[in-house]
T-cell receptor, first 113, second 112 residues
């Protein structure tokens, strides 16, 4: 598989547990946030997004929470499955006069059966 | 099927030999971009294009060129590759800049 995750923080959970992956973003003017999932050997895949006028958004088994006060974003995965094992990235759209999407370095999620 | 297609998936080349990595999308997206992904550094934007004939530098443009002659294609050109350009490259497209980006499968480039 690809070696992009050599130095990533890792979250290890058991199958069926709920997982929470955290992300601190840098710019208080950022107005759009995305979570991506990257499996070994594949490109990042969109999971869920949220705009800055919301603080929570739910998808299928996933919830994104946005705390603008402390510039914190989290991804909650309910009933984690082995297929959820991947690297998860947050990205922020830095709306500072021009639009720019900036990615975090990622968190590796390992799900044990 | 909506997709972003990159070619080749894997490439080993020698220093100084010009190469092109192709990227094509079938979603009629205006915005396309190239990223490189390196361990511990995440995804860093190389170049982006807001539309046909409109391109601009990202965070790490040195040693790269791009062109956008058609809406669907956005090739990445390395005129004189060097070993520090060994990396995993991704092309992405989105309807506009601030919407979900769709990524290609990646190109693993090794420059020796």
């Amino acid at each position: 598989g690809e070696s992009v995750g050599l130095h990533l923080p890792t979250l290890s959970v058991q199958e069926g547990d709920n997982s929470i992956i955290n992300c601190a973003y840098s710019n208080s003017a950022s107005d759009y946030f995305i979570w991506y999932k990257q499996e070994s050997g594949k490109g990042p895949q969109f999971i869920i997004d949220i705009r800055s006028n919301m603080d929570k958004r739910q998808g299928q088994r996933v919830t994104v929470l946005l705390n603008k006060t402390v510039k914190h974003l989290s991804l909650q995965i309910a009933a984690t499955q082995p297929g959820d094992s991947a690297v998860y990235f947050c990205a922020e759209n830095m709306n500072t006069g021009f639009q720019k999407l900036v990615f975090g370095t990622g968190t590796r999620l390992l799900v044990s059966p | 099927e909506a997709q972003v297609t990159q070619n080749p998936r894997y490439l080993i080349t020698v220093t100084g030999k010009k190469l092109t990595v192709t990227c094509s999308q079938n979603m009629n997206h205006e915005y396309m971009s190239w990223y490189r992904q390196d361990p511990g550094l995440g995804l860093r934007q190389i170049y982006y294009s807001m539309n046909v004939e409109v391109t601009d530098k990202g965070d790490v443009p040195e040693g790269y060129k791009v062109s956008r002659k058609e809406k669907r294609n956005f090739p990445l050109i390395l005129e004189s590759p060097s070993p520090n350009q060994t990396s995993l490259y991704f092309c992405a497209s989105s309807l506009i800049q601030t919407t979900e980006a769709f990524f290609g499968q990646g190109t693993r480039l090794t420059v020796v």
